[in-house]
């Protein structure tokens, strides 16, 4: 693991976002019945669910538990965003008691705003009876606080909030845990017990190597809640599993329980490499001022690809200045080999150029959408610019003849001002690939002239002709 590529670390530390994405995952567990039951964590990613005007985002969610071809429990329930924050991930926590055995545990996911739009999978789970001792499956956490309030999602105390995907990016250096420790009365005495906590990751030849452990001493109860905070500040990029083990003071092995992690850490894998890399120290990104380099990152987001924009985005926050200066060393030197400083230098002043063009007080201007748009496809080959028309705020529709990225032809973005504030245009709609594409364009566009919505309904794409709006005929005709 100490010996960092760079195509593993991309490969590694991206979690692709795809339409209607989720995670589901399953932690098996006892009651003080000593009965099994299985929590199912649900996180769902909001920027991948439809938009609607008239539905709060949200899914129905369907989860089913399958025994030699027979349902043996399941459960439908509906997820929907908190009203003061639609934008946030949605998260649900089911508790189902399943009998000791095999299952299938499958689930269904459908969009309330799109019912095309379906997410599924399914799981094999065993379920083993209670006897001695034992320890429940890990569950890795994103928090865990204190919960006194008998909530339906709080146990033993605790309220915790699932690690989604279980994916560790680059903001976690400390990796909070779960797990509970069983022990029957019968299982003899339980003096002078630890707990083994082993790291593990893989070397460049696919053999296991202990990348960090730890021993604790734990105290006798029937139920024992378990929390540790794993710290993963010095753990690099790469795919890693946790084996956790209770041992005796002759490190007798009395149980044991293992889970997989995907860990995301660029600053520090940008580190390492730098101190690996002879090019690197005599480059031109030595010499960048240390106040410039935030700006330097910031300004190749447009071009970067979409695999690399997690790792950027890790890099940037970093206060690692190595790791960022050789990130945009890296860049460069694989766009332009020896002549990576040229190349560097050239693209600085065109973002330079398009900051002051497009600044708006929101930030860089190639922050904004259009510098976003200009730095990624560069300068297009029509423009119209509307600033007086009645019934919309001012706007403007680019057309490119070609986009070579996307094989397209006769591709046109159209920017709008809804607020009027200086230079504050937004991306309303596009018909390039991977761009937004808004059906309800015109409709958004002349939202604020109430006296143009009459007749308006959610099915609504296009507004009716009048003289006095014009974007219709400029999309068609520019």
């Not at 082993?198 to 029937?222: N, R, V």
């Not at 850490?265 to 940008?270: E, G």
Request: net charge negative; aromatic share 12%; with cysteine.
């Amino acid at each position: 693991m100490k010996n960092i590529v760079i195509s593993l670390l991309i490969l590694f530390s991206i979690h692709e976002v795809l339409a209607l994405d989720a995670s589901v995952q399953y932690s098996r567990y006892y009651d003080d019945q000593q009965d099994p039951y299985v929590e199912v964590y649900v996180n769902i990613i909001s920027s991948t669910l439809a938009s609607s005007s008239v539905q709060v985002p949200g899914v129905i969610l369907t989860l089913t538990f399958e025994q030699d071809g027979e349902i043996v429990n399941y459960g439908k329930f509906n997820i929907v965003a908190p009203l003061d924050n639609n934008n946030a991930d949605l998260f649900d926590i089911q508790r189902f008691k399943l009998p000791p055995g095999a299952f299938l545990a499958k689930y269904e996911l459908v969009d309330m705003s799109d019912e095309k739009a379906v997410l599924t999978g399914q799981s094999e789970l065993f379920i083993e009876a209670y006897s001695g001792i034992r320890l429940s499956d890990i569950t890795y956490c994103r928090s865990i606080k204190n919960d006194d309030s008998g909530s339906r999602s709080a146990k033993n105390g605790l309220t915790i909030e699932p690690l989604a995907f279980q994916y560790a990016d680059g903001s976690l250096q400390v990796l909070p845990l779960y797990f509970e420790i069983y022990r029957e009365e019968s299982s003899g005495t339980f003096n002078d017990h630890f707990l083994h906590y082993e790291l593990i990751g893989e070397t460049g030849k696919g053999d296991e190597i202990l990348i960090q452990e730890a021993y604790k001493k734990i105290e006798y109860k029937p139920i024992l809640p378990v929390v540790y905070n794993l710290d993963l500040s010095n753990i690099t990029s790469g795919p890693y599993s946790l084996k956790i083990t209770l041992i005796n003071k002759a490190k007798e092995i009395l149980a044991s329980t293992k889970s997989t992690l995907l860990r995301s850490n660029p600053a520090l894998d940008y580190e390492l490499a730098a101190q690996k890399s002879g090019e690197y120290e005599n480059s031109f990104a030595t010499r960048i001022p240390s106040d410039s380099l935030d700006y330097y990152l910031k300004s190749i987001s447009p071009i970067i690809p979409n695999s690399m924009a997690n790792v950027l985005n890790g890099v940037e926050k970093s206060k690692n200045e190595k790791s960022k200066r050789f990130f945009i060393y890296k860049y460069w030197y694989d766009q332009y080999k020896e002549n990576a400083e040229t190349g560097f230098w050239a693209y600085t002043k065109v973002a330079k150029a398009v900051d002051r063009t497009f600044r708006s007080g929101f930030g860089y201007g190639f922050e904004t959408d259009r510098g976003f748009t200009f730095l990624k496809y560069g300068q297009p080959d029509d423009k119209v610019s509307i600033e007086d028309e009645p019934s919309a705020p001012p706007y403007e529709i680019w057309q490119y003849n070609s986009i070579e990225s996307t094989q397209q032809t006769n591709v046109k973005f159209l920017f709008y001002n809804p607020s009027l504030a200086n230079g504050d245009y937004r991306l309303l709609h596009s018909n390039c690939r991977g761009e937004r594409n808004n059906p309800r364009w015109e409709v958004d566009l002349y939202r604020s002239a109430l006296s143009e919505q009459e007749g308006v309904t959610v099915d609504t794409e296009n507004m009716p002709d009048n003289l006095n709006r014009n974007a219709r005929r400029w999309w068609n005709d520019i």
